[in-house]
Every structure is written in C-alpha cells, then in structure tokens.
C-alpha cells in the first residue's frame, strides 16, 4: 500500500522568491507527521499544495493515493485543513459551525455528530455562544473539531498551537490526540521542536526549501548536541525584587534573587 | 453533481442569511439613506422641481431611489465575501469537496434576498409618504424582474471587488459610483433641464432607461423602447460582470 502523503521534489517559487527546492517525504497512513521550520520556511505552502490549494510547479505529490494536481476532487473528498489562522464563522455558534461542516460533508446524522464532537472538545457548555465570545484556545479547539467531521483520512494542521497560551496549547495537544485516535493520518506544522516530540511519529525540518532531516524523535535528538550544564549569571528580576522586598514565600534555595 | 451544488448553495445560503439575521443593521442601514433621500426631495426639493406629469413627485422619484437602494446593497454583497475571505472561511471551503461555485452562488443569493426586503421596506415608506400606482398585476411584475435582474448584475459586479479588495473600505468604495449614477439621470429631474454634454450622459446611461420604464410601468402606461435598452442594459452588465467575477474567483482562489 502507498503511503498516506508521498511527496517527491516539490518545487514552487513566489515570483523570483524560490520557498520549496525539491521537497521530498512520505508519510504513513495512521501515523502523525510533524513538519517543523522557522517562521517562512515554507511549511504553509507545503499544506496549501497539498490540499490542492495551490498548484506545484515542479514535483510531484500525492494524498490518499491521488494526485494532488490531476485528482483535485478525490483529494479534497480525504482531506481536511485546519489553517494557520482560525477559520471559524465568528457570527455562528459553535454548534452550528460544526452543523455547517457536518452538512457540508454530507454527514447523515449532523446533529449527533456535532454533540459527540463538542462534548470531546470540550466545547459543551460554549456550544450555544457565539464564537466570537470564544477564548484562542477556544477557537483553536472548535477548528481542529471541524475538521475532524466526516472522519477525513488525512488531516494537516498547519501551526495548531501557535499564539496559544500554555494550557490551551495542552487542551489542543490533547485534541490531536484525539484525531490520531480516529485511525486519521495527520500532518502538522510547528516551530516548536519540543511540541513535534511531543505528538509526532515522525518529524522532518523543512529549511531553505528543502527537507534538512526525517526522523523519528529520538533520531532527531541523536543528532543534536548532547545537552550541557552551563552557569549563567541572571540579573533579578522585577519578581525577585518584590519578593526579596515583602520576604520570599518561595523556596529560598532555588530562586531569591540573589546571583548564582 | 448537481443535486450536490444545489444541496452545497443552499446550505451556504443559509449560514449568509444567518449572519443577515443576526446584524440586521445592514438591512437597515442599507434602506435609511435612500429613505432620507426620499424624504428629503419630496418634502425639501421636491415643491421647486417640475416634472411636468400629472403624477405626485414621490411617483416620479421611487424608481431612481430603487436603484440606489438596490446600488449600497451590493456594498454589502461585497463586504461580506471580502469579510469571509480574509477570516480564511472561503478557502476553508475551498479545501472541502463541496461544488466550488456554491460558495459565490451563496453570496449571489444571500444579496438577492437582502436586496429586496430592502426594496420592499423603502416601497413601504414611499406608500406612507403618498406613493400610488396604478399598474396592474402584470405591470407589477415586470417591474420586480427588472429589479432583480438589476440587483443580480451589480450583485456579480459586487463579487469582483469581495475577492480582490485588500481592506474593507476598499470591497465597498467601488458602490459610491453606482449610488451617485441616479443623480445624473432622469432618476430626480428630467433629463431636458440639463446643460448639453450632461444631457448626453444622463440619455445614454443605463439608469435613465431603467427608470423610465419602471416609472411607466408603475403608471401603468405602455412602455417605450426604453424597456429593450434597459434589459439589454442590464443582461449585458450581467454577463460581463458574471464572467469577470468567475475569472477572478479561479484565479484568486485556487494555484
Ligand atoms: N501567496 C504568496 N505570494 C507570495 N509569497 C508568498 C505567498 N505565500 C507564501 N509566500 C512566501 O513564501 C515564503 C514561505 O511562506 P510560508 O509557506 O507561509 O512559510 P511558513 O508557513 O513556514 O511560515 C514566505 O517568504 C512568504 O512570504
Ligand atoms: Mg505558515
């Protein structure tokens, strides 16, 4: 069987900017895929080819089996994109944001569907509020639910977690648990190197347009300078001051403002 | 394939009118200038202008102020494509295997629809303010198509500036024009009061035509040859603005 996303020298150029230089990966169906780069790597174009956004210049790349250039409509029927900025309809609430997807997939039974995914999204008490009320984390959550209606084959999630705040990023993390869960075979982005260990399979670095390294964490982590205890002295912060001020309810051995 | 459209168009349609219901404010902003127009020229204006009819000058006006009810719609029509298309909603669809065209065919409807409770809202306020017809059924009719027909051309129109603007004021600027269009017509005053080059224009463009006829139809009189200018008018302006808007949905939103 052919992998879920099989990506062979994928090139595309914005103008006379060249982003992608012959990008090649595969993914494997059931698994989650993280592509990690800094802010333009190309990450977003590489999503956006792939769910028939945007058409390739060079290479070839296919999802589900189809190609994304010649079988467009099969392509979108496996796919479901999550974006890099919430795509949320901020006047509906967020159960009928769910129903509009559900009808939209031809979904039989939209409204149970909806139910069951705001209920483990965590969404049930928010479910008749506008999104517009909704919290980032909120949003990011009910995104990533819309996507998973209509149970997609393959699902990318394009920077989930950027812009969150530490515990939405946990309630997001736990949501791409969730669709791992579903037997989807998910492809994320990120830029941050801890959250690819955390959910990933596998993680590939995208850098000056072509792939750096493909591996699982732990050959990733081989690759990396084994980490070093380093000293380094720290000016007291605002916090320190305060607390060296009113007297350090903290513990006094770790943190008291005093230079280390 | 086409059951899917259908099924596709009317579900986005539906989540359009949602928004319209929940913000009726537009409907309302869009029916309150031509109603203040109204009221200023029939009450202000209107004793100074002669129109040489036997008709009171709120007969004489309503037609021309359809048409700029009909013209800041559409800025809506806009606003609310280009909206959807920044917050990234268009191309969420997009990436969804839902018929493409269903997602501009949402918006053409959704305009429609808002077009003519705001068109009925300012013919009710005109009926207040003494407004009579005495066209029959059939007249009644033909008014009301050339109305959507006018609605749906500038509604296409509408859509080129939804998908290219770059800023909000910029989807809804190109509607001023189209607003401002009925004052070079026969739409306050008629046309044979103007100075020569000015005449010219007001003769030759498409709202003199239009208004004329829905003015007789609603007088119930017969109708010239203005109604072929009017209709080939706005067909013209239908199909030029239709294939525009498409070419610009293809390129703008896919590769
Ligand atoms: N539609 C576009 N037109 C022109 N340049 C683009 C377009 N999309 C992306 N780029 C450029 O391509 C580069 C890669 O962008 P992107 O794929 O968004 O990177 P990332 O998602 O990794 O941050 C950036 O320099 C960006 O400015
Ligand atoms: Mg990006």
Not at chain 1, 83 to 92: N, P, R, S, T
Not at chain 2, 81 to 88: C, I, Y
Not at chain 2, 102 to 119: D, G, I, K, P, Y
Not at chain 2, 165 to 194: E, N, R
């Amino acid at each position: 069987m052919t992998a879920a996303i099989a990506v062979r020298g994928l090139e595309k150029s914005f103008g006379d900017q060249r982003v992608l230089r012959g990008v090649d990966f595969e993914v494997e169906h059931g698994s989650i895929f993280a592509l990690l780069g800094s802010n333009g790597a190309g990450k977003t174009t590489v999503v956006r080819t792939l769910a028939t956004l945007l058409r390739p210049d060079a290479g070839t790349a296919s999802v589900n089996g189809f190609d994304v250039a010649r079988q467009e409509a099969d392509v979108r029927a496996s796919i479901s994109l999550t974006g890099q900025y919430a795509a949320v309809d901020e006047i509906l609430t967020g159960r009928e944001n769910l129903l509009l997807v559900a009808r939209l997939r031809h979904v039989p039974d939209a409204a149970d569907v909806a139910d069951r995914v705001l209920e483990r999204f965590d969404l049930t008490d928010a479910a008749n509020r506008r999104v517009a009320t909704y919290s980032g984390g909120m949003r990011r959550r009910l995104d990533i639910a819309m996507s998973l209606i209509g149970a997609p084959r393959v699902i990318f999630l394009d920077e989930p977690t950027t812009g969150l705040d530490p515990q939405a990023r946990l309630g997001v993390w736990r949501c791409v648990a969730e669709a791992a869960a579903q037997g989807a075979t998910i492809l994320l982005t990120t830029h941050y190197l801890d959250e690819a260990e955390h959910l990933a399979n596998r993680i590939a670095i995208l850098h000056d347009g072509r792939i750096l390294v493909n591996g699982t964490p732990a050959e990733l982590k081989a690759l990396l300078p084994p980490s070093r205890v380093e000293y380094v002295e720290r000016q007291p912060t605002l916090e320190d001051v305060f607390f060296a001020l009113v007297g350090d309810e903290r513990n006094p051995t770790t943190d008291s403002g005093a230079l280390s | 394939m086409t059951a899917r459209f259908a099924g596709d168009t009317a579900t986005l349609t539906g989540r359009s009118l949602r928004h319209i219901w929940r913000s009726p404010d537009t409907l309302v902003t869009t029916a309150v200038m031509p109603i203040a127009m109204l009221l200023l020229f029939v009450y202000v204006f209107g004793g100074a202008i002669d129109t040489r009819g036997t008709g009171s000058y709120v007969d004489y006006l309503l037609p021309g102020i359809l048409l700029i009810t009909i013209a800041s719609g559409i800025a809506y029509t806009a606003l609310r494509l280009f909206l959807d298309k920044q917050a990234g909603i268009v191309e969420r669809f997009q990436s969804m295997s839902i018929a493409r065209s269903a997602v501009l065919w949402a918006h053409v409807l959704t305009s429609l629809v808002a077009n003519v409770v705001s068109v009925v809202v300012v013919v009710l306020v005109a009926l207040l303010m003494g407004f009579r017809s005495g066209a029959g059924v059939l007249d009644l009719l033909a008014v009301a198509g050339i109305l959507l027909l006018f609605t749906l051309a500038l509604t296409w129109l509408a859509v080129i500036p939804g998908l290219t603007a770059k800023s909000a004021d910029g989807a809804t600027g190109f509607a001023y024009p189209l607003i401002f269009l009925p004052f070079i017509s026969s739409a306050f005053v008629p046309t044979h009061t103007m100075p020569g080059p000015v005449r010219a224009f007001a003769e030759h463009q498409p709202v003199t035509a239009i208004v004329n006829t829905i003015r007789d139809l609603f007088a119930g009189q017969p109708v010239g040859g203005d109604i072929w200018v009017a209709l080939a008018w706005c067909a013209g302006l239908l199909v030029v603005a239709y294939a525009f808007a498409t070419a610009t949905y293809r390129r703008t939103t896919t590769r």
